[in-house]
């Protein structure tokens, strides 16, 4: 495991650049003594610690943005999804997915175990045996730290799934899925690069899942959305679409700064270590890199908003900053701070331009998850060949094969739980509400929810 966590760490950090590596050079020549052994150790896991508790936020961003981008009858599911979809990704992965993931990778996946728990050097330490502190020492973080940073980005991958399917998925049918894709689907994805796989091998990057991570999700989203289907009378009969206005948008702005907050510790942990100068240095590239193509997303989604959309639109906006965050994932170790500013640019196009096309194709995603993560994601994994090195070739191959291994075994899993347990909630739930028909609350219960004109006049005709 040590061995795995110390490769992931090296794969990670791949393309800091040539300023970072020659600060290396400078760093390990000087006569300033390295922090001994049981300092970095204390460092190390605090940053996964303190990183990771700052990743668990967006969970919070993602709830606020979800439940205000829904209508107010359905409000008060997304909040138990939310919340549902955190509880179920800790257990899973602390019971499978963390092993598929990184216990004894070979070439595609890990080893089938149950549950993961503290190394038997630290058992014996808590225990009170002194003498075990050196073994401890011979790992750079404590081995939960490690499991509690990598935990909270399974999450987030769940938590794209929601935002797309909402308004009509069956609450239970999800947390299904959400359990597959939580234990099995993402750690498989994580094993083959992250865990030391076949496509690390092959010396595929992305520094901290803008693949990996947000276009396993997109993909797991997409196939859920061509299973489940739009919401009722999304798309109408001549073909136009039917604007469904977020019922609130200062929810759905809290939710994007909260998120936009939550990726420093996505970037900045992802460096996997806080115990030298040279780690302090790339960590603080990484996070200026992110908060200016987040900037970047947002201007560049202003700004092209109009003569795509037909208005400067909010929503565009929100999701242009996320669709920025998205894209530097994939290399924001990079030293060039104007290729952020591009990158993030870039991806604010590519989210507000794919909104429109998922409106083409009448697929329905009810907070633009699938144009901001997956297709900015796609765009991301790309970027990294002139930006940090990355062979466009091994890029492609990583791109395709996690997209079709994503898609296929997701569309297969919604196909059966439809088949069984059923995806969509039936007409009259729709109708009412999840909150009302499934939870029997209403999370605005002094609002009287008046039905929509166009609404009446499609179930008189």
């Not at 993030?344 to 590519?350: A, C, M, Q, S, Y």
């Not at 996690?402 to 995806?423: H, P």
Request: glycine share 12%; aromatic share 10%; charged share 15%.
């Amino acid at each position: 495991m040590k061995e795995t966590c110390r490769y992931k760490q090296t794969r990670r950090g791949a393309g800091i650049g040539s300023i970072i590596g020659a600060a290396l050079v400078l760093y390990s020549s000087s006569a300033h003594a390295a922090p001994d052994g049981e300092t970095q150790f204390i460092l190390n896991s605090f940053s996964f610690i303190l990183w990771g508790a700052l990743v668990m936020w967006m969970c919070a961003g993602f709830t606020m943005l979800e439940a205000g981008s829904v209508r107010t009858k359905n409000a008060s599911v997304i909040c138990l999804k939310n919340i549902g979809l955190y509880a179920i990704a800790g257990l899973a992965y602390f019971t499978l997915g963390y092993n598929l993931m990184y216990v004894d990778v070979g070439g595609f996946i890990g080893s089938f175990t149950l549950f993961y728990n503290s190394s038997a050097a630290e058992i014996a330490l808590l225990s009170g045996d002194e003498a075990a502190l050196a073994s401890v020492l011979e790992s750079d973080y404590s081995t939960m730290s490690d499991w509690f940073f990598q935990m909270v980005f399974v999450a987030t991958t769940a938590s794209i799934v929601s935002g797309t399917l909402a308004e009509r998925v069956k609450l239970w049918t999800f947390f299904v899925f959400t359990i597959i894709l939580t234990a099995f689907i993402y750690p498989v994805v994580g094993a083959w690069t992250w865990g030391g796989g076949w496509l690390s091998e092959m010396g595929f990057q992305d520094f901290a899942g803008s693949t990996i991570v947000h276009s396993t999700g997109g993909w797991a989203a997409l196939a859920g959305a061509i299973v489940v289907g739009a919401r009722a009378r999304k798309f109408r009969k001549d073909g136009t679409v039917k604007n469904t206005p977020p019922s609130n948008i200062p929810a759905v702005t809290l939710g994007v700064f909260i998120l936009w907050l939550g990726w420093f510790g996505f970037n900045g942990g992802s460096q996997l270590a806080m115990s030298s100068a040279l780690d302090v240095v790339a960590m603080s590239v990484v996070l200026a890199n992110t908060n200016l193509a987040a900037a970047a997303g947002v201007m560049v989604a202003m700004s092209v908003s109009r003569p795509i959309l037909g208005r400067v639109d909010l929503l565009a906006c929100l999701n242009g900053a996320i669709a920025g965050l998205v894209a530097i994932t994939a290399g924001p170790d990079i030293v060039s701070h104007q290729l952020a500013i591009v990158i993030g640019g870039i991806g604010g196009l590519i989210s507000t331009a794919g909104v429109k096309l998922m409106e083409r194709l009448k697929i329905d995603d009810v907070v633009g998850a699938v144009p901001a993560h997956l297709f900015a994601g796609i765009w991301g994994t790309i970027a990294v060949c002139f930006a940090a090195g990355g062979q466009l070739s091994v890029q492609l191959i990583g791109i395709l094969s996690i997209g079709a291994f994503v898609f296929t075994i997701s569309l297969i899993i919604w196909k059966l739980l439809d088949l069984t347990l059923k995806a969509r909630v039936s007409p009259m739930v729709e109708e009412l509400g999840q909150d009302v028909a499934e939870l029997g609350i209403e999370a605005y219960p002094e609002f009287m929810i008046m039905p929509d004109s166009e609404d009446v006049e499609d179930l008189k005709s």
